[in-house]
């Protein structure tokens, strides 16, 4: 029970969950570590893009001429644990935080790089930026110096970074993350684990435009050979391409189910039974994800709120499936 309170707290900070946020916060580190993988070594991804995994989402290290860009900062107090890591590749001052979305397990640690640096830039999707410039819960406002819509370009030569918005999915501002000298995006939460992702209805997020989103956003973003994602797997093109088509056939089998009175757990016995989409319907679960279920029953999850939604329902936020449902 304890590791439910935890993430539901994490993943759904102010959705009513003060009290939930004061057990993150509170938390003794031999709980978190139960529920989350601690911060692991940093790992070369792509000439001088690094990802270090654990403690809240993926964090992207992009070492620039001048200074230290870092994609998500994890969960509330692992600053100093994210610095040592980067502190293993360069002496570079980090100078700039770019998060792919407002959940408190990858923009936890912002404060400590603003109090390190005051200058240190905090760049968000306009959506995202609104979300974090408010109190959320027990988790305290955490503003962007710097918001875009759909497109902004950062930098230039070898250490420009692309920051695009496609539209709803994991949340109402996922940003899509791009250095296209090392031909690598990092995802954020719309794709991690390799598995249907949350869908978090209180931020906007949208299983339903989910699909449309993915397809926007292989068809917009070019020249791109390796995909981090938010949680995490590192991958490539083909997969990213693959999950896409998953998730559009996820909505349209919601669509026919709606249409026929079926349930959920047909939308996910049609999936298997096309032989096309194994890779995203895992019935293992992953060590360190004990709490998020597997694959095969986020599809269920996911199909769940594509039908409310299809239905004109108002859907809420689902965690987890009972056990039996896993």
Do not use: C
């Amino acid at each position: 029970m304890k590791r439910q309170l935890i993430l539901s707290a994490i993943v759904a900070a102010g959705v009513g969950a003060a009290g939930l946020g004061q057990i993150v916060r509170e938390a003794p580190a031999e709980a978190q570590g139960a529920t989350l993988p601690g911060i692991t070594d940093i790992e070369q991804v792509a000439d001088n893009v690094y990802k270090i995994f654990g403690a809240g989402g993926n964090t992207v290290v992009f070492v620039m001429e001048d200074g230290v860009a870092l994609v998500d900062t994890k969960l509330p107090g692992n600053g100093e644990a994210i610095l040592a890591q980067v502190r293993k590749i360069t002496d570079k001052p980090v100078t700039m935080i770019i998060n792919s979305h407002s959940h408190p397990d990858h923009v936890g640690s912002n404060q400590f790089f603003k109090d390190t640096k005051p200058d240190v830039a905090v760049v968000a999707q306009a959506n995202t930026a609104a979300r974090m410039a408010k109190p959320s819960g027990p988790f305290p406002a955490n503003p962007a110096t710097r918001e875009f819509g759909d497109k902004l370009t950062l930098g230039s030569g070898k250490d420009q970074i692309d920051l695009y918005y496609f539209g709803p999915g994991h949340t109402d501002g996922d940003a899509f993350v791009v250095f296209p000298a090392a031909k690598t995006v990092m995802m954020g939460d719309i794709m991690a684990w390799s598995m249907a992702p949350l869908i978090d209805p209180g931020s906007g997020g949208s299983a339903v435009k989910l699909a449309d989103t993915m397809e926007k956003a292989v068809a917009g973003i070019q020249g791109v050979d390796k995909v981090i994602e938010g949680h995490g797997y590192v991958t490539d093109w083909q997969r990213l391409r693959d999950y896409t088509a998953f998730n559009r056939a996820l909505v349209d089998e919601a669509k026919k189910a709606v249409a026929a009175g079926k349930e959920p757990k047909d939308v996910v016995a049609a999936l298997e039974a096309s032989g096309k989409h194994s890779v995203f319907l895992k019935r293992e679960t992953l060590p360190g994800l004990e709490y998020g279920g597997t694959g095969r029953s986020r599809a269920q999850i996911n199909a769940i709120i594509a039908m409310q939604e299809l239905r004109g329902e108002t859907p809420k936020l689902i965690m987890n499936l009972p056990p039996e449902e896993q």
